[in-house]
């Protein structure tokens, strides 16, 4: 089965990150198809267009924000930042040699499209602050600008009190779950039954059919893989998920052009997770499949990730960056997506509706 679709591709010189522009302004939300409990019924309609990353945040653009973030001089060590254990930097000697503290890092040559897990919603937030901010090296270019990280606290009943959405005029921001859920499902040209154009796919691929998941170039059944997820060495033993780059997979992408929606890390949204009677909420929604999950669920649009406090920052948590960012240059790529058939499962850490059993640091 396959679908194709538009998207436009953009290296924004200022972030380095490589954005399609999402359009279909005011786009029809997700309907269902009459799963039992499915949170994305009535969710995805966007009445603006914005620009996501192509790949989650990848190794060399971390590294730059890290060696931003901890090379500094004595007595200016940043709040909420914490080296990754899972990606694909190695240590290197400070420019702040004088600081006992300060820490720096290299990427080698093939590990710049490494994914990175291990890092909290806070984390993605102040990377947002500091590409908003130009990345500036002052201290408040990493605590203010789309979001401000004197937020960042929470309530004795273990609620967080963090700024829920992105600032007025922010220009790089956690997607909103609607902004997720459109890039990564939404087709604008998908033919329908009664002649129209535009409607969703229950999976990130472009299709209504599962992704394969193993190893880039492996056959499972006899059927090329489409996905880094759900499979360690137990499962092929000469591979690690951890060191598949990003867009390993040719072009198995969402219509707008989004790679590994399902696979490498879970990826971060800005929706918020209250319990009943809550006046502040407990958990920061994530989507898409990760690396190993070991669960039972398939990866499709009604299945949310589950949630996590926004302190998190386990191998398998990781996020892509939305902007409002145009185009600087444009051009079109007609995106041709085969969605090959395979069962997936999610993890059993879960509990509710979806919510991952975890406490606040």
Not at 25 to 34: K, L, S
Not at 260 to 268: M, Q
Request: with cysteine; proline share 8%; charged share 15%.
């Amino acid at each position: 089965m396959a679908t194709s679709g538009i998207a436009h591709a953009q290296v924004d010189p200022n972030s380095g990150i490589d954005f399609v522009r999402v359009g279909a302004v005011g786009n029809a939300a997700w309907a269902g198809d009459g799963t039992v409990g499915d949170r994305a019924v009535g969710r995805g309609s966007v009445g603006y267009e914005y620009s996501i990353g192509k790949f989650e945040v990848t190794t060399a653009q971390w590294a730059e924000f890290f060696n931003a973030a901890f090379d500094r001089p004595a007595g200016d060590a940043l709040p909420h930042v914490v080296p990754p254990t899972y990606w694909g930097a190695a240590g290197t000697t400070p420019i702040n040699s004088t600081n006992p503290n300060a820490r720096r890092w290299t990427v080698p040559v093939g590990n710049e499209m490494t994914p990175v897990g291990n890092i909290s919603w806070r984390m993605a937030a102040m990377y947002c602050n500091w590409l908003h901010n130009d990345k500036a090296t002052n201290r408040e270019a990493f605590l203010n600008g789309a979001y401000d990280a004197s937020t960042f606290t929470f309530t004795p009943g273990g609620r967080f009190r963090d700024q829920q959405t992105r600032s007025p005029g922010a220009r790089y921001w956690v997607p909103s779950w609607d902004e997720w859920l459109k890039a990564a499902h939404y087709d604008p040209n998908k033919a329908n039954p009664d002649g129209t154009t535009g409607g969703w796919w229950k999976y990130g691929n472009g299709s209504d059919v599962p992704f394969v998941a193993g190893p880039p170039g492996v056959l499972v059944n006899g059927v090329p893989t489409t996905s880094n997820f759900n499979w360690d060495g137990t499962d092929f033993p000469t591979f690690s998920p951890l060191a598949v780059s990003l867009g390993a997979y040719g072009n198995v992408t969402s219509p707008w052009g989004l790679y590994d929606v399902s696979g490498a890390t879970a990826e971060w949204t800005e929706e918020c997770f209250f319990q009943p009677g809550d006046t502040f909420p407990h958990g920061r929604e994530y989507d898409g499949g990760w690396w190993y999950d070991g669960g039972s669920i398939p990866d499709w649009i009604g299945s949310p990730g589950g949630t996590a406090f926004p302190s998190l920052s386990t191998f398998d948590l990781g996020f892509r960056i939305a902007s409002n960012v145009p185009c600087p240059s444009v051009f079109v790529l007609g995106v041709i997506v085969v969605g090959m058939s395979s069962a997936h499962r999610r993890r059993t850490t879960t509990i509710g509706a979806g919510e991952r059993l975890t406490a606040p640091a």
